[in-house]
T-cell receptor, first 115, second 113 residues
């Protein structure tokens, strides 16, 4: 079966532009997580969805970041007016349900470079 | 693929030797711990987990040890193989209080031929 997929795999953009990152979770997984991984850092939690709702948005670094999930499946993470400090690998993970004891399956990530 | 974590602490181990990767956690309320492995260009992959009511748990070639007294977690990999080269992250959570898993910064394991 297919794992978590993310697109694009790499994105280079200019400062000030908007970008949209996509995550396709494993079919049937109701929980979906977004993380950011900067060079030399661990994974920074951004937001998670249970179904289409986002109980926890506390990790979004600023109001330039937003995410949505429709149909309980695909999610998009949008970064408006990108800044150089947004450059990182953005990872998506899904699990059968939410909760730390549910194994999260990660996608390969989207590598974002803001020039 | 692009390297992740170029400035991470690195552990170099001879192929065939055992590896021990250490992790210190700060939240004394954490009661669930996980180790993830991340190969270059890929997302993290679950390896093994342990709850705070245990101090040791074994998997296939891996053992996780938990010392709650000093808030220390370790991952032991037996007979290290080239495929074990990766960045290893520990993660913690406070069960029944928070759905978030907090990841550490990671350790790069480098296998010497």
């Amino acid at each position: 079966g297919a794992g978590v997929s993310q697109s694009p795999s790499n994105k280079v953009t200019e400062k000030g532009k908007d970008v949209e990152l996509r995550c396709d979770p494993i079919s049937g997984h109701t929980a979906l997580y977004w993380y950011r991984q900067s060079l030399g850092q661990g994974l920074e939690f951004l937001i998670y969805f249970q179904g289409n709702s986002a109980p926890d948005k506390s990790g979004l670094p600023s109001d330039r970041f937003s995410a949505e999930r429709t149909g309980g499946s695909v999610s998009t993470l949008t970064i408006q007016r990108t800044q150089q400090e947004d450059s990182a690998v953005y990872l998506c993970a899904s699990s059968i349900t939410s909760g730390p004891q549910e194994t999260q399956y990660f996608g390969p990530g989207t590598r974002l470079l803001v020039l | 693929g692009e390297s992740v974590g170029l400035h991470l602490p690195t552990l170099s181990v001879q192929e065939g030797d055992n590896s021990i990767i250490n992790c210190a956690y700060s939240n004394s309320a954490s009661d669930y711990f996980i180790w993830y492995k991340q190969e270059s260009g890929k997302g993290p992959q679950f390896i093994i987990d342990i709850r705070s009511n245990m101090d040791k748990r074994q998997g296939q070639r891996v053992t996780v040890l938990l010392n709650k007294t000093v808030k220390h977690l370790s991952l032991q990999i037996a007979a290290t193989q080239p495929g074990d080269s990766a960045v290893y992250f520990c993660a913690e959570n406070v069960m029944n209080r928070d759905d978030k898993i907090i990841f550490g910064k990671g350790t790069r394991l480098h296998i010497l031929p």
